[in-house]
């Protein structure tokens, strides 16, 4: 920059103006945004676009450019009888390029905000972290033989004594190691993403040498509450999220059945992943092989009534939701790893037929929605 210092301030002024501008307007569709995606999809989804990268760096590249132009505007001097003009150029050349950076921001967020609020944009985002919470569940281990755990009642119950919250997480390994060092066994008696009112029971201990040393401080330091769940330890909360939207799809004031069919098809991906392994255990041990912790978890027959219950209620009516879910529960019939699961799935096809015998009247209908046709009436 070789202008003097008038124009020097005039354009650092014109910078940090315009630049707040963007970062104001850039604020303002996201809370659309957000208010779309809440509307027509879930609230659960919201949390998607607070965490999201791309609308982050935009801000902040408007804010630092706004931020950094003021600076820099602080340190021009106009010529004076005091002092001499003081442009400092090299300065005003960098906010200059940090202005093109941030146009190129703010042309790369519009392109980005468009895709993101698209159903199925947000539908892969939750099916990928719930995949994710898939690969780090443990389905090693042994489950818990006849004689390893005590047979009587527990010998103390360790109640939440926090403000209510959401179970978002629990620290496994070091509740095994508390147990082991006070000679103990813990049950945990919720579900990770189960809301816990102040007060109500958490854990139950056994203690194998005498009375119970574990106080319910030490184990609350290892479980964690939140204002709403999360998917780090929650694969279920995935699951509702793709329900939620699949329901939401199917309401009467969205009647959009495509929309819930592309909700079915990332759930017909999960339950896939977890029919080809076993149920976690959720029994943890210490370095001996004695059962210290077990954690209660969402086995396959909760998460196949999770995943098609409420849908099968709301889009019973729909050709293209029942011809779906009929090609899911097929589909994953051939590849459960257990054939005792078979039993569930078997169970949802029967209420599937029940439903389409109950919402068609056509046989037409009927054919065209996979269900068994009628009998004839004598």
């Not at 008696?189 to 816990?196: A, C, K, P, Q, R």
């Not at 939620?244 to 495509?258: F, G, H, Q, R, Y």
């Not at 046989?363 to 004598?378: F, I, M, N, Q, V």
């Amino acid at each position: 920059f070789r202008g003097d210092a008038t124009s020097a301030q005039d354009l650092l002024a014109t910078i940090a103006a315009s630049t707040l501008t963007m970062a104001t307007l850039v604020l303002s569709i996201t809370i659309v945004a957000l208010q779309l995606a809440s509307q027509q999809l879930s609230p659960r989804v919201m949390r998607t676009f607070l965490r999201d990268t791309g609308t982050k760096v935009a801000l902040g590249v408007f804010l630092a450019t706004t931020v950094y132009a003021l600076l820099v505007l602080r340190q021009v001097l106009p010529e004076s009888d005091e002092r001499p003009e003081f442009v400092p150029g090299v300065a005003v050349s960098v906010a200059f390029g940090l202005t093109l950076a941030a146009l190129g921001s703010f042309v790369y967020y519009l392109n980005h905000v468009a895709h993101s609020i698209r159903a199925v944009h947000i539908m892969e985002a939750v099916a990928a972290e719930t995949r994710g919470a898939i690969r780090d569940l443990a389905f090693d281990g042994e489950v818990l033989g006849p004689a390893e755990w005590p047979d009587r009642p527990a010998d103390a119950v360790i109640s939440s004594e926090r403000p209510p919250g959401a179970l978002v997480g629990v620290d496994e390994n070091d509740l095994v190691f508390l147990a082991e060092r006070h000679g103990a066994r813990i049950r945990l008696l919720v579900h990770v993403g189960d809301y816990i009112p102040s007060g109500m029971p958490l854990a139950e201990v056994w203690s194998d040498r005498g009375p119970v040393t574990v106080t319910g401080d030490e184990v609350l330091r290892h479980v964690g509450l939140g204002r709403e769940r999360t998917m780090r330890q929650d694969v279920a909360f995935g699951f509702r999220q793709l329900v939620d939207m699949a329901e939401k799809a199917l309401s009467p004031a969205i009647n959009d059945p495509t929309t819930a069919v592309q909700a079915i098809d990332r759930i017909h991906d999960l339950l896939r992943r977890l029919a080809l392994r076993p149920d976690p255990p959720g029994v943890y041990r210490d370095g001996t092989g004695t059962p210290r912790l077990t954690v209660p978890i969402h086995g396959w027959d909760e998460l196949v009534h999770l995943s098609f219950d409420e849908i099968r209620q709301y889009g019973g009516g729909a050709l293209q939701v029942q011809r779906r879910l009929r090609d899911v529960i097929d589909d994953l019939r051939t590849v459960v790893a257990d054939p005792s699961r078979v039993a569930a799935l078997e169970a949802q096809r029967g209420l599937l037929d029940r439903a389409a015998a109950e919402r068609f009247t056509e046989p037409e209908d009927l054919t065209r929605a996979g269900a068994p046709s009628p009998a004839p009436k004598h």
